[in-house]
């Protein structure tokens, strides 16, 4: 089996990759965004819709298979990333993705998120990141801030929180990036360069809840204040951000600061420039960590992107090198191979 | 028993023997036993091992719980069991001399390595005086043998250092121990040499101190006896010696190759079941996947995702592995994917005893996971059946896409056997269908086996989505509908009854009517055979039934059983097979149970018949 996966012949269009099943999030959710800039995405992806398969756990985003029209598997909860894998490593021509949310991969899902990462398993993983439990109706997750009061958290959560984009990193993935949902046309560039890239890509879309964590993400969704707390990190670009476009990151050490190149005292010239293909984590680390500092911005966009081999093509070559060496295994042999002896 | 003389020695023919090779854990008493197994199938004797090794990889030296032994039981004629209790003790320190004592039989030759029985190894061993001269060996025949002085000695002239020549002492042993049986020398010769080619200065070592053991045992005066046991008179055809976790290996192989489908293994380490994935991960140029997953719940997601993908998945594991995937096998009976499991049992509870047998996991294989999610149950009952039983397994997820349990145990899994191996093309291939018509295509719809139709992913114009949820009929959707969830449940539990219709009746050894059967499943196969053998042989009449199929049972299983006035169920277990059975049959049985981490000695299953058929029924 190839290792390549088969390129579009027939342009397909959004409704293609809509199923005849009748979406059931909550009005207002924003997953329906999500859902919709996958469907116009996909089209451009190159992937036939048969070789494609969206795998998930449990959880609100976990219904996100049902209502696409490819081949799906809305599994148990927290093994998305597993079943995945199998999937890939013994179908290496199919393009697999992940819909999951921040309880799922985080929590119970933790071990298998890494491994996938870990071992650079080409699979693509959309985290919708909501930082509530919504299926369950409304419990902390590993992603609320600590101090969060929830339903099991009356008196305010005392853990503290993961970050993501950290830990993806963390685990060697080699793609790391961050969208939102109420931002299509960033979240469609996102999930295309998700599909481009071969190995671990993990996106975590910051997603509102608004039934039980309305607002989570609105200072970096409304009009008035987005501008002045989203950084959009381009390859190569300096990091600029602000209603003016006039502040920048400016990297003090290990430490990001803000200034303002309009000010007489910075220009441009003193902005970090961002490169997702830096070869050392180090800086994609800093850029993960600025939500720690509320004076910082938020950076969405592509934080790291590495290519090494992956595991699914190590596999393969593995069976080749093998079967060169040794030839197709002839199983009458490998009976008769050890120790026999006739009566 | 029949005596000659030859080289101013006597030699003495006999039936059958059990040896017992007792060391250290890192004695190399595993590796010593197995070289003699292999020698000893090789000469044509039929043969049963039991290794019995601790949980502890090297546990501190000379100690009763560092004692590692392995067994043998090797015939002229036709055997079952690693024997009840040996007729020869090889003892390599105190501690192996007094963990195997109370168990030889009276009267057993008892080899000790007199070097290490010092003031401080009977310490450790927690003997306050020399049981060697004190009294306590008195009734059995004792040959002390120097084995690490007499090692030291033929390597003298060698450049090796004490440590690695003390360690090829089991050699010394391996090397007497074949003079004093009659075997050849040059199968162990040719193994060292292929082991140890990229160390010839070792290889050279211990073939000098194998072959000084044999030469010791032809000159010594201390054995006045050697030994010989005919070749056995075995059906004929090509054997091979082959553990039980070996067989199962090729059997998945062989079920990729008949089936056609490439072979996914997803796993995660676990005593005793390991070796099974380091076995397919050597065939590689078979075209197998294997992947050692980051847990056990990884293992069998993987093979759940592989299985959607179209391959022959497999997952492996032991007790404690079985319970963490109880949730993914519900995924896969809701989802109605093939997929093997094969449940090496050890014993339980918890981490229980990891490297010992026992027979308790059938009920969490029955009944382990919420909900009402049957799964087909199979058990192996010898070392070589585990290959018939892993093609049986995945034949019958394949054809009725559902998962299946096959059941062996660690003492079958690391026990040996002679195999007559099956020619290949003789054996019967696996029909597997995928769906591709795009008409009428229902992923839930069913067939006679009330199977569903297996679309993979590829297949254009097929794309479908399954999941946990509850499935409406037919077209698969989600449905919470309460007539619906009623009728999957019957469906689903239904298909597994209809296996019925495609396994074998249960066959019944000896009269198919009388006073007394003894119905086992899996491991406990060959010590029921034994003892039914012996009960016979005096003169009584009990039949035998052995059920490797277990969910469901074969279908004529109440017929049999009601011919019987009593049923006798041995189980390494507290009675799970006899619940089942009670619980389907509504029969009264008599239960024999022993969950000593070591199969059930012959011998008690024995007295149990004798004492149900009071000593004088159907005689």
Same mark, same amino acid.
């Given at each position: 089996m190839a290792n390549n996966i088969d390129v579009n012949e027939v342009k397909l269009t959004a409704k293609d990759f809509s199923s005849d099943q009748d979406v059931r999030w909550c009005p207002g959710c924003g997953d329906y965004s999500i859902l919709a800039q996958v469907q116009r995405t996909f089209p451009d992806i190159g992937v036939k819709k048969e070789n494609i398969v969206w795998v998930s756990g449990i959880g609100c985003s976990s219904r996100f298979p049902y209502y696409m029209n490819t081949y799906g598997f809305h599994s148990i909860h927290g093994r998305a990333p597993a079943i995945a894998t199998g999937l890939k490593i013994s179908r290496p021509d199919l393009s697999v993705w992940v819909a999951t949310g921040d309880g799922d991969l985080m929590s119970i899902g933790g071990n298998h998120f890494i491994h996938a990462c870990r071992k650079n398993i080409d699979i693509k993983i959309l985290m919708f990141n909501? !930082?509530? &439990? @919504?299926?369950? %109706?409304?419990q902390y997750s590993p992603t609320s801030e600590k101090g969060k009061v929830t339903k099991t958290t009356? &008196?305010?959560?005392i853990d503290y929180p993961f970050n993501p984009a950290s830990l993806a990193l963390g685990a060697e993935s080699t793609f790391v990036a961050r969208s939102l949902d109420r931002d299509p046309k960033h979240l469609q560039s996102i999930i295309k360069r998700a599909a481009d890239h071969k190995g671990t890509a993990f996106v975590e879309i910051l997603q509102n809840c608004n039934i039980f964590n309305d607002g989570a993400f609105a200072l970096l969704t409304d009009k008035e204040t987005k501008a002045d707390h989203v950084l959009v990190l381009e390859h190569s670009k300096p990091m600029l951000f602000g209603k003016e476009n006039n502040l920048g990151i400016k990297l003090d050490g290990f430490r990001p600061v803000v200034i303002d190149i309009? $000010? @007489? %005292?910075?220009?441009?010239?003193?902005v970090w420039v961002h490169n997702e293909e830096d070869h050392h984590p180090i800086r994609s680390f800093i850029l993960a960590h600025m939500t720690d500092d509320p004076k910082l911005p938020t950076p969405i966009g592509i934080f790291r992107e590495v290519i090494k081999p992956t595991y699914d093509e190590g596999i393969t070559e593995q069976i080749e090198n093998v079967t060169k060496k040794k030839g197709r295994g002839d199983l009458q042999k490998l009976l008769f191979e050890s120790n026999t002896w006739e009566v | 028993m029949e005596e000659t003389k030859s080289n101013g020695k006597t030699v003495q023919s006999l039936n059958d023997v059990t040896v017992m090779f007792a060391g250290d854990s890192g004695d190399g008493m595993q590796l010593t036993g197995t070289q003699f197994s292999n020698t000893t199938a090789l000469v044509g004797n039929d043969l049963s091992t039991l290794p019995d090794y601790p949980a502890?990889? !090297?546990?501190?030296? @000379?100690t009763l719980y560092g004692v590692s032994g392995f067994q043998l039981h090797f015939s002229s004629s036709d055997i079952h069991t690693p024997g009840d209790s040996p007729d020869v003790l090889v003892a390599m320190n105190p501690a192996a001399l007094k963990v195997n004592l109370k168990n030889i039989k009276e009267h057993a030759l008892i080899i000790v390595?007199? $070097?290490?029985?010092?003031p401080k190894n009977l310490k450790i061993a927690k003997y306050d005086s020399n049981p060697l001269d004190d009294g306590t060996l008195e009734g059995f025949h004792v040959i002390h043998v120097p084995i690490t002085s007499l090692t030291t000695n033929a390597l003298r002239d060698t450049n090796l250092s004490i440590k690695e020549i003390t360690r090829s002492k089991n050699f010394f042993a391996l090397g007497m121990m074949y003079w004093l049986y009659n075997r050849p020398v040059e199968p162990t010769i040719e193994w060292i040499k292929q082991k140890f080619a990229k160390n010839p200065d070792i290889a050279a070592a211990n073939e000098a101190v194998l072959k000084a053991g044999y030469y010791f045992g032809d000159q010594t005066e201390l054995f006045t006896t050697r030994y010989s046991v005919e070749s056995a008179n075995l059906p004929k055809g090509v054997y091979r010696n082959i553990s039980g976790n070996e067989a199962t290996a090729i059997g998945l192989v062989t079920a990729s190759e008949l089936s056609g489908l490439p072979l996914f293994l997803g796993s995660y380490p676990i005593t005793p079941a390991s070796e099974i994935l380091q076995y397919l991960s050597t065939y590689k140029n078979y075209g197998v996947k294997t992947f050692q997953a980051e847990d056990e719940i990884s293992g069998i997601a993987s093979a759940i995702g592989a299985s959607f993908g179209g391959s022959l998945a497999i997952t492996t594991t032991s007790g404690p592995g079985l319970a963490l995937k109880a949730e993914a096998i519900g995924l896969a009976v809701m989802t109605e994917l093939p997929l093997v499991i094969i449940n090496v049992q050890r014993g339980g509870p918890s981490t229980g005893l990891p490297t010992k047998t026992e027979q308790a996991d059938l009920l969490q294989a029955m009944y382990g996971r919420n909900g009402e999610a049957p799964v087909a149950v199979l058990a192996a009952s010898t070392p070589s059946d585990c290959f018939h039983m892993a093609i049986e397994a995945s034949r019958i997820a394949l054809n009725f896409m559902t998962p299946v349990i096959l059941l062996t145990d660690g003492y079958i899994a690391n026990g040996a056997e002679p195999w007559k191996m099956p020619?290949?093309?003789?054996l019967e291939k696996i029909e597997v269908k995928f769906a591709t018509e795009v008409e009428g295509f229902f992923p839930y719809s069913r067939n006679e086996k009330l199977s569903r139709p297996w679309a993979k992913p590829g297949t254009p114009g097929l794309e479908h989505r399954i999941g946990g949820l509850e499935k409406a009929n037919i077209t698969g959707n989600v449905s919470h509908d309460p007539d619906n969830h009623d009728l999957m449940c019957k469906l689903r539990t239904e298909k597994i009854q209809r296996i019925q219709n495609d396994i074998p009746e249960l066959e019944v050894d000896g009269p198919s009517k009388g006073d007394v059967l003894v119905l086992g499943w899996g491991g406990t196969y060959g010590s029921i055979r034994e003892a039914v053998d012996r009960v016979r042989k005096s003169g009584y009449k009990v039949s035998q039934a052995h059920l490797k199929y277990i969910n469901p049972f074969p279908k004529n299983t109440r017929e049999v059983l009601n011919n019987f006035k009593h049923i006798l169920i041995p189980e390494i277990n507290l009675g799970q097979l006899a619940r089942i059975i009670r619980s389907e049959f509504l029969l009264p049985v008599i239960q024999l149970n022993q969950v000593r981490g070591l199969p059930i000695k012959s011998v008690d299953i024995q007295n149990k018949i004798l004492e149900i058929l009071g000593g004088n029924n159907g005689k």
């Amino acid at each position: 089996m190839a290792n390549n996966i088969d390129v579009n012949e027939v342009k397909l269009t959004a409704k293609d990759f809509s199923s005849d099943q009748d979406v059931r999030w909550c009005p207002g959710c924003g997953d329906y965004s999500i859902l919709a800039q996958v469907q116009r995405t996909f089209p451009d992806i190159g992937v036939k819709k048969e070789n494609i398969v969206w795998v998930s756990g449990i959880g609100c985003s976990s219904r996100f298979p049902y209502y696409m029209n490819t081949y799906g598997f809305h599994s148990i909860h927290g093994r998305a990333p597993a079943i995945a894998t199998g999937l890939k490593i013994s179908r290496p021509d199919l393009s697999v993705w992940v819909a999951t949310g921040d309880g799922d991969l985080m929590s119970i899902g933790g071990n298998h998120f890494i491994h996938a990462c870990r071992k650079n398993i080409d699979i693509k993983i959309l985290m919708f990141n909501n !930082r509530i &439990y @919504g299926l369950t %109706k409304g419990q902390y997750s590993p992603t609320s801030e600590k101090g969060k009061v929830t339903k099991t958290t009356p &008196y305010g959560s005392i853990d503290y929180p993961f970050n993501p984009a950290s830990l993806a990193l963390g685990a060697e993935s080699t793609f790391v990036a961050r969208s939102l949902d109420r931002d299509p046309k960033h979240l469609q560039s996102i999930i295309k360069r998700a599909a481009d890239h071969k190995g671990t890509a993990f996106v975590e879309i910051l997603q509102n809840c608004n039934i039980f964590n309305d607002g989570a993400f609105a200072l970096l969704t409304d009009k008035e204040t987005k501008a002045d707390h989203v950084l959009v990190l381009e390859h190569s670009k300096p990091m600029l951000f602000g209603k003016e476009n006039n502040l920048g990151i400016k990297l003090d050490g290990f430490r990001p600061v803000v200034i303002d190149i309009n $000010d @007489g %005292k910075h220009s441009v010239s003193d902005v970090w420039v961002h490169n997702e293909e830096d070869h050392h984590p180090i800086r994609s680390f800093i850029l993960a960590h600025m939500t720690d500092d509320p004076k910082l911005p938020t950076p969405i966009g592509i934080f790291r992107e590495v290519i090494k081999p992956t595991y699914d093509e190590g596999i393969t070559e593995q069976i080749e090198n093998v079967t060169k060496k040794k030839g197709r295994g002839d199983l009458q042999k490998l009976l008769f191979e050890s120790n026999t002896w006739e009566v | 028993m029949e005596e000659t003389k030859s080289n101013g020695k006597t030699v003495q023919s006999l039936n059958d023997v059990t040896v017992m090779f007792a060391g250290d854990s890192g004695d190399g008493m595993q590796l010593t036993g197995t070289q003699f197994s292999n020698t000893t199938a090789l000469v044509g004797n039929d043969l049963s091992t039991l290794p019995d090794y601790p949980a502890e990889i !090297r546990a501190p030296a @000379g100690t009763l719980y560092g004692v590692s032994g392995f067994q043998l039981h090797f015939s002229s004629s036709d055997i079952h069991t690693p024997g009840d209790s040996p007729d020869v003790l090889v003892a390599m320190n105190p501690a192996a001399l007094k963990v195997n004592l109370k168990n030889i039989k009276e009267h057993a030759l008892i080899i000790v390595n007199t $070097d290490s029985f010092d003031p401080k190894n009977l310490k450790i061993a927690k003997y306050d005086s020399n049981p060697l001269d004190d009294g306590t060996l008195e009734g059995f025949h004792v040959i002390h043998v120097p084995i690490t002085s007499l090692t030291t000695n033929a390597l003298r002239d060698t450049n090796l250092s004490i440590k690695e020549i003390t360690r090829s002492k089991n050699f010394f042993a391996l090397g007497m121990m074949y003079w004093l049986y009659n075997r050849p020398v040059e199968p162990t010769i040719e193994w060292i040499k292929q082991k140890f080619a990229k160390n010839p200065d070792i290889a050279a070592a211990n073939e000098a101190v194998l072959k000084a053991g044999y030469y010791f045992g032809d000159q010594t005066e201390l054995f006045t006896t050697r030994y010989s046991v005919e070749s056995a008179n075995l059906p004929k055809g090509v054997y091979r010696n082959i553990s039980g976790n070996e067989a199962t290996a090729i059997g998945l192989v062989t079920a990729s190759e008949l089936s056609g489908l490439p072979l996914f293994l997803g796993s995660y380490p676990i005593t005793p079941a390991s070796e099974i994935l380091q076995y397919l991960s050597t065939y590689k140029n078979y075209g197998v996947k294997t992947f050692q997953a980051e847990d056990e719940i990884s293992g069998i997601a993987s093979a759940i995702g592989a299985s959607f993908g179209g391959s022959l998945a497999i997952t492996t594991t032991s007790g404690p592995g079985l319970a963490l995937k109880a949730e993914a096998i519900g995924l896969a009976v809701m989802t109605e994917l093939p997929l093997v499991i094969i449940n090496v049992q050890r014993g339980g509870p918890s981490t229980g005893l990891p490297t010992k047998t026992e027979q308790a996991d059938l009920l969490q294989a029955m009944y382990g996971r919420n909900g009402e999610a049957p799964v087909a149950v199979l058990a192996a009952s010898t070392p070589s059946d585990c290959f018939h039983m892993a093609i049986e397994a995945s034949r019958i997820a394949l054809n009725f896409m559902t998962p299946v349990i096959l059941l062996t145990d660690g003492y079958i899994a690391n026990g040996a056997e002679p195999w007559k191996m099956p020619l290949i093309e003789e054996l019967e291939k696996i029909e597997v269908k995928f769906a591709t018509e795009v008409e009428g295509f229902f992923p839930y719809s069913r067939n006679e086996k009330l199977s569903r139709p297996w679309a993979k992913p590829g297949t254009p114009g097929l794309e479908h989505r399954i999941g946990g949820l509850e499935k409406a009929n037919i077209t698969g959707n989600v449905s919470h509908d309460p007539d619906n969830h009623d009728l999957m449940c019957k469906l689903r539990t239904e298909k597994i009854q209809r296996i019925q219709n495609d396994i074998p009746e249960l066959e019944v050894d000896g009269p198919s009517k009388g006073d007394v059967l003894v119905l086992g499943w899996g491991g406990t196969y060959g010590s029921i055979r034994e003892a039914v053998d012996r009960v016979r042989k005096s003169g009584y009449k009990v039949s035998q039934a052995h059920l490797k199929y277990i969910n469901p049972f074969p279908k004529n299983t109440r017929e049999v059983l009601n011919n019987f006035k009593h049923i006798l169920i041995p189980e390494i277990n507290l009675g799970q097979l006899a619940r089942i059975i009670r619980s389907e049959f509504l029969l009264p049985v008599i239960q024999l149970n022993q969950v000593r981490g070591l199969p059930i000695k012959s011998v008690d299953i024995q007295n149990k018949i004798l004492e149900i058929l009071g000593g004088n029924n159907g005689k």
